[in-house]
């Protein structure tokens, strides 16, 4: 079955420690991209990217990080620098679609991230 | 700058229907869409809404679109316990914009 998949479901960090959220798609979608939610707060955007080695910053990219080495595979880095990681963290991913065109987004089932 | 407001929560007994409303501002936005999350999952699109239309149904759901108010509502007939969940009104332009979510409670 074509789908996104998160992992792990739960994540602890300690303090001062990076961790890596991972996010792999076998839709064959050019375009991922990474959420956080926090309650009564929505969706903020982190980061996204529109083709293999290449990403964009979001609205609040400040302490993650992201590659994009294979189409399929977006994972996120939440660095030390993020100083309040605790949060729901949503991956997609969408066909690559021109301006203004439909473009429907696909998520993941989340991963939530928790300080120790 | 672009936005999207809804109201956070909205109560409603199991039978009846369920009228979720949301606003936006930018004028220019081509598509909007509605996305439901159930408890601890991700986002599931449900419908979505071409901006010359006015009205879009699909089974149990109704999009109005009034654009000229910059209005969105998605209608919910005989509303089911399984339709609990956080409603994302959501329009694209050059970026897919969320609003905050609508949580959707159903009394017996």
């Known amino acids: 079955d074509g789908g996104i998949t998160q992992s792990p479901k739960y994540l602890f960090r300690k303090e001062g420690q990076n961790v890596t959220l991972s996010c792999e798609q076998n839709l064959n979608h050019d375009a991922m991209y990474w959420y956080r939610q926090d309650p009564g707060q929505g969706l903020r955007l982190i980061y996204y990217s529109q083709i293999v080695n290449d990403f964009q910053k979001g609205d609040i990219a400040e302490g993650y990080s992201v590659s994009r080495e294979k189409k399929e595979s977006f994972p996120l880095t939440v660095t030390s620098a993020q100083k309040n990681p605790t949060a729901f963290y949503l991956c997609?991913?969408?066909?690559?679609?021109?301006?203004?065109?439909?473009?429907?987004?696909?998520f993941g089932s989340g991963t939530q991230l928790s300080v120790l | 700058g672009e936005d999207v407001e809804q109201s956070l929560f909205l109560s409603v007994r199991e039978g009846d229907s369920s009228v979720i409303n949301c606003t936006y501002t930018?004028?220019?936005?081509?598509?909007l869409y509605w996305y439901k999350q159930e408890p601890g999952a991700g986002l599931q699109l449900l419908t979505y809404?071409?901006?010359?239309?006015d009205m879009k149904q699909d089974q149990r759901l109704t999009v109005l679109l009034n654009k000229k108010d910059k209005h969105l509502s998605l209608r919910i007939a005989d509303t089911q316990t399984g339709d609990s969940a956080i409603y994302f009104c959501?329009?694209?332009?050059?970026?897919?914009?969320f609003g905050k979510g609508t949580r959707l409670h159903i009394l017996p």
């Open positions: 959501a329009e694209r332009d050059d970026k897919i914009i």
């Open positions: 997609a991913s969408s066909m690559r679609s021109r301006l203004s065109t439909n473009e429907k987004l696909f």
């Open positions: 930018d004028s220019s936005s081509t598509y």
């Open positions: 809404i071409f901006s010359n239309m």
